[in-house]
């Protein structure tokens, strides 16, 4: 089956640096999103790319779909406390039965130092 | 508007014991997802259902698991009997026609003892 390799597994930053992560995938997909958990919450979307190259941002998010579609970054730029939570990777390959199934990253978690 | 709703939030029981998680969808989505969280094995899809029919079920660990979903509008995830090693978080997950961004619930924390 699909696989994705998320790094680092975990981070530690100084408020205002900064942040990239990224996935790298054993095959293409056609989609990449980027998730951001809470502690007690469930995932919530960042960002959804749909073609290879596409370079999207969403306030001081920054994510890209690789070329080869078997690769995702997610910049994040002047982070902030607020930031702290983990952030997954997820890929989508059609499965041509009528819906989408996502395969996850294993997330990288974030820390911020004030 | 509403996002994702499950419940119970938390549900803590004795091994042997039947759980039943519920979950409302986005009203629109016809897609939904259920997956189970925990610390050694990340996110994993369980099943999915689009408009209303189980798509893949090989997701389920084993048959103490079933779920259904009877109408557009509300799904439940039942384990019975239940084990110890079945304590994670069970999230519920919907999005819009064959759309692969998925929305999801709070989640259930599922202790059992």
């Known amino acids: 089956g699909q696989q994705l390799n998320q790094s680092p597994q975990s981070m530690f930053i100084q408020e205002g640096e900064d942040v990239s992560m990224n996935c790298t995938s054993s095959?293409?997909?056609?989609?990449w999103l980027w998730y951001k958990q809470d502690p007690g919450e469930g995932p919530v979307l960042l960002i959804a790319l749909y073609k290879a190259g596409e370079l999207t941002s969403n306030g001081r998010l920054t994510a890209q779909f690789g070329i080869t579609r078997k690769d995702s970054f997610l910049n994040i730029s002047a982070s902030i406390p607020s930031d702290v939570g983990i952030y997954f990777c997820a890929g989508s390959l059609s499965s041509g039965a009528g819906s989408y199934q996502l395969t996850f990253g294993k997330g990288t978690k974030l820390s911020v130092i004030p | 508007d509403a996002g994702v709703i499950q419940s119970p939030r938390h549900e803590v029981t004795e091994m042997g014991q039947e759980v039943t998680l519920r979950c409302k969808p986005i009203?629109?989505?016809?897609?939904l997802f259920w997956y189970r969280q925990t610390m050694m094995r990340g996110l994993e899809l369980l099943i999915y259902f689009n408009n209303n029919v189980p798509i893949d079920d090989s997701g389920m660990p084993e048959d103490r698991f079933s779920a259904k979903m009877p109408n557009a509008s509300f799904s439940t995830l039942k384990i019975q009997p239940s084990e110890p090693r079945d304590s994670a978080v069970y999230f519920c997950?919907?999005?819009?026609?064959?759309?692969?961004?998925?929305?999801f619930g709070p989640g259930t924390r599922l202790l059992v003892l």
């Open positions: 095959s293409i997909f056609n989609t």
């Open positions: 009203s629109g989505h016809n897609s």
């Open positions: 997950a919907s999005s819009l026609g064959r759309g692969e961004t998925q929305y």
